[in-house]
DNA sequence: ACAAAAGTGTTGAGAGTACACCCATGC
DNA sequence: GCATGGGTGTACTCTCAACACTTTTGT
């Protein structure tokens, strides 16, 4: 109940992932202040008196990109004493998944820019910006494997082939074909929708998510 | 880089785990003032200006159970408005697994009482704190399931049947033995020392945890 | 001898993984 | 007719889950 004045300041930033051709990008903005002038950082700011974090992370998301209804998840809270220059900062780190549609870009009252970078060739970022995108991605892959998340990145009707490729992006490997369609049938997790996606070669069948479909699997237990 | 005078005070409150008698046990402290006053709740407390979140949980656990080198791990950031009446309060909570062994607790320096509670029995808690230790506690579970974090929970020693019990009181349900004992030793996480449990019946093996086991298992991918 | 807890294997089912060819369309 | 991407099934291995009796000790 004591030191009044030693307030820490709290932000929120958040780790706005999405999908464009055959890539995983994250959203940075450029700062246009010191400290770390120039440099890109995550999207972020204060939290507002009457607001929950939650609603902080989604106001500057939608300062940002406009969308809404994206998945939101609250991802490590970052306190260091000494990780910005102007005084003690806790940041609570956001992560969200927008789908791969053409997002135009808000760039924001003070009109700084904004863009996507891959997130396997980030430029350097500002205060622990860098660690925070890593840790995301971490989180985001992990999550893959036990939930159907990644839906959230694409749009409402896609391809088992566009679905694929977002696997793979985000993974950073190969998947097979055969299996990967095998196990979403198992899952029933997609359904077909009577319409086709035309393109070089065989039109390809479109699916939609089923929004009633179990979306956890469970992990394999280290003991039974 | 405005409202200077709308900071948030930042606590940090710890979800302190152990085991005892086929128990999962939560330490909990009453409180000695308004609001709230004579209800338990997590300890906690400010952070202070020059420690890191987590060097500040780590006092906390230390003020109230002279432990050290327990497992502790962030859980969540909580900080709706109105989650205390005095302010707005942003909680980064973590939580610790302290080895089931008889801590003495230090009744911290005003004198409060601190006691531990079976957390299929708690009572009514102050602020948000039932929610808290229902995420701690959702959360042990998780990670039980994929990782070797239930040995922070024994003694350096112990046998399988206690190894075994302590997952039983965890997850909530019973185990196989011939099961449970086959995955041990397929993952190589136990070695046995050369000594024995004495008690009623058979004297039992004693095991330690290797400490370069490899302490997680992949979680089952939903898409291959 | 008996009570109490420790210790030990096998079998059937389901999931994971590796792998190669035909199909529908546009040009 | 050929280039392009879409679409399909099988066999082997490994993990999971169910299940009951013998061993060692103290009394």
Do not use: C
Not at 59 to 81: A, I, K, M, N, W
Not at 181 to 194: M, N
């Amino acid at each position: 109940m004591t030191q009044t004045d030693e307030r820490p300041v709290v932000t929120v930033d958040v780790v706005i992932f999405t999908l464009r051709q055959d890539d995983l990008l994250v959203l940075l903005v450029r700062r246009g202040q010191p400290p770390f002038e120039g440099l890109w950082a995550l999207p972020g700011g204060f939290v507002h008196a009457d607001e929950t974090l939650e609603a902080a992370a989604l106001r500057e998301l939608q300062e940002e990109t406009g969308v809404r209804d994206v998945y939101l998840e609250q991802l490590y809270t970052f306190g260091d004493p000494g990780r910005d220059p102007r005084g003690r900062m806790i940041s609570v780190a956001y992560f969200a998944l927008v789908p791969g549609a053409e997002i135009e870009l808000h760039s924001g009252g003070n009109a700084r820019d904004a863009r996507w970078w891959s997130v396997y060739a980030l430029p350097e970022l500002a205060f622990d910006h860098g660690r925070i995108v890593n840790y995301a991605l971490t989180r985001l892959r992990y999550k893959l494997e036990y939930t159907a998340v990644g839906f959230q990145l694409l749009p409402d009707e896609f391809t088992l082939s566009e679905l694929q490729r977002a696997y793979e992006v985000i993974l950073g490997e190969k998947l097979d074909k055969r299996n990967f369609r095998s196990k979403l049938r198992k899952a029933q997790v997609v359904e077909p929708v009577h319409r086709y996606r035309e393109s070089k070669g065989r039109p390809a069948q479109l699916y939609r998510f089923r929004p009633d479909a179990v979306a956890e699997t469970k992990a394999r237990r280290l003991f039974p």
